[in-house]
């Protein structure tokens, strides 16, 4: 694959990483509640997990370009067309304050990873994401193990970057997040990316 196309893939997905949902949510909580070094127990299952998601939403889709070539430009123009709708209803909203989740802190390590697995896995926002965001960079003249070898690892290491980001700074967090424009500030910022994203995709099914 092109240099170019993985480093649009890495920004891409470490904008989205970043963006508050379940996962980051749960990383916050924990990183809060139980500290940085018994979070990694979740991250391992979360980072399996989107893996699992990630994998899935490839092979669907390589086998619908099979079956009809022209659907990935059709994927790549809905993905686009989902993005906005999602970064349209984020900036609407601005009000995603992240809300800790208790009871964390007594949970064992096997249970913290099935607790990462099963949120990644039974998130729909991850699968709507992925499911918007991969055939833009799927290249169906190109080996689709290789593909999924580069671009697996790059969204997982943006995942755990995130992931230890709101896992270390939980505390400083709770502190900002208690101001509410600053919630409002940061889901805007994530809604403008989010914006940014459907229209490089856009004009990528355009181009196509």
């Known amino acids: 694959m092109a240099l170019d196309t993985l480093s649009l893939f890495a920004v891409t997905i470490f904008a989205i990483s970043m963006t508050p949902g ?15 070094r018994r979070t990694l127990w979740m991250m391992a299952g979360e980072l399996a997990g989107v893996a699992t998601v990630a994998v899935s939403v490839a092979v669907g889709v390589a086998q619908v370009v099979r079956w009809r070539p022209e659907a990935l430009t059709w994927l790549t123009m809905l993905g686009a067309l989902y993005l906005v709708y999602v970064g349209v209803g984020m900036w609407r909203s601005a009000s995603g304050a992240l809300e800790a989740q208790s009871g964390r802190a ?4 096997v249970q913290l990873v099935v ?4 949120t990644a896995v039974l998130n729909p926002k ?3 994401f992925l499911i918007a965001i991969l ?5 169906e003249q190109q080996s689709l193990s290789y593909q999924l070898g580069l671009l697996v690892p790059i969204f997982l290491i943006s995942e755990f970057i995130a992931m ?6 939980g505390r400083q967090l709770a502190r900002w997040f208690s101001k509410p424009e600053h919630s409002v500030w940061l889901n805007r910022v994530a809604a403008t990316l989010v914006l940014f994203i459907a229209i490089l995709f856009g004009l990528e099914s355009v181009n196509a």
């Not at 607790?115 to 099963?118: E, M, R, S, V």
């Not at 055939?135 to 290249?139: D, Q, V």
Request: aromatic share 16%; proline share 3%.
């Open 106 to 109: 007594s949970l064992s390590q």
């Open 126 to 128: 991850g699968w709507a």
């Open 22 to 36: 379940l996962c980051m949510t749960l990383a916050f909580t924990l990183g809060m509640s139980c500290g940085y």
């Open 135 to 139: 055939p833009g960079f799927i290249n």
């Open 115 to 118: 607790l990462g697995y099963n």
């Open 164 to 169: 230890s980001i709101y896992a270390l700074g």
